[in-house]
């Protein structure tokens, strides 16, 4: 830490706390996570470099900047972010913001070009949620914690099917599935989607897969041989589990606030069958991003109450 000032906790995560600090050649305030090693036999930890393989990477206007890594004489390394302001739970939870059409325009533009851009480089980001997209002062929403971040591509990785915060999880994973791809993350940026239109988040199981499913299929209904040809081969099907038979709550029931090109895009996300989801790259072309109202600047966004 010899080159930097600490300031403040910024707030804890799986790996522990991130701290504001200044740089002290440039006067540049950046976040610092430091990643313990759970074993220091172990050395520096895993997870720790796969981050700062992907991260390195990139230089995209909406995916968080790694200005610098170091280690600790304790074996900890120390990622050292650019410093943002907040993130989108935040503003959610926040009931003094509004989040207008335009405003959700402008966030999930945002968050579908870092998603093309993590998806172009063969990248999945795994963990997709509102608390992973930051804000940067001047509104820049900026996609971090490439923690659970993974390579994927052919032959085809097999991937645990851990990853994923509950409430944003395909249902795929939550069936077993070990080979999954960048679908699994449109699932979850369509989730994000409909959370910015309800303020509320969409599929809320309860703790267990097996309530997930249950929330997801109430929604979208069971799914069958003619709307997911191959779910019968994951392996919770495999094992024999079953679910009545629900038949789909058609969407605009409820988002009844929310426009038809809105609608039709957030269909195109929330497909049970990954195949048939849309790529990132198609959600940006299809006409909600064209059409009325144009998204709000991103200076233009309001990201506190103060
Ligand atoms: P993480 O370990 O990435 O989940 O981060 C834990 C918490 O630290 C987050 O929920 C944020 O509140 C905060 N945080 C992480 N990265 C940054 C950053 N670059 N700028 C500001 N706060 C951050």
């Known amino acids: 830490m010899d080159h930097y000032d600490e300031i403040k906790d910024l707030g804890a995560g799986t790996w522990g706390v991130v701290k504001m600090a200044k740089q002290k050649s440039t006067g540049r305030y950046v976040a610092i996570k430091k990643i313990k090693s759970e074993r220091s036999e172990e050395g520096i930890n895993f997870t720790a470099i796969r981050e700062i393989k992907l991260l390195r990477e990139f230089k995209h206007e909406n995916i968080i900047e790694l200005v610098d890594v170091f280690t ?137 897969d097996i309530s997930q499913l249950d929330k997801i299929f109430q929604v979208f209904g069971t799914p069958t041989e003619s709307n997911w040809p191959d779910h019968n081969t994951l392996p919770l099907c495999t094992r024999g589990l079953e679910w009545d038979n629900c038949p789909p709550i058609p969407v605009d029931e409820i988002f009844t606030a929310a426009p038809q090109d809105c609608i039709s895009l957030l269909r195109s996300m929330l497909v049970l069958d990954p195949n048939r989801r849309f790529t990132a790259s198609q959600c940006l072309n299809h006409p909600y991003f064209s059409n009325d109202p144009a998204p709000t600047p991103k200076e233009k966004l309001i990201l506190s109450s103060d």
């Open 72 to 208: 600790t004489p304790d074996m900890a390394v120390c990622l050292v972010y650019e410093v943002a302001d907040t993130d989108l739970e935040k503003i959610l939870k926040n009931r003094a913001i509004s989040i207008s059409l335009a405003d959700t325009k402008q966030h999930l533009l945002s968050l579908l070009r870092a998603i093309e851009a993590c998806h172009d480089r063969w990248i999945l980001h795994r963990d997709l949620k509102p608390d992973n997209c930051l804000f940067l002062k001047d509104g820049t929403m900026k996609l971090a914690d490439f923690g659970l971040a993974r390579m994927y591509g052919t032959p085809k990785t097999r991937l645990s099917p851990q990853a994923i915060t509950l409430w944003y999880k395909p249902p795929e994973l939550l069936l077993g599935a070990s080979e999954y791809s960048s679908a699994a993350d449109i699932w979850s940026v369509g989730c994000i989607f409909a959370e910015l239109l309800l303020r509320r988040p969409f599929l809320q199981g309860n703790q267990t």
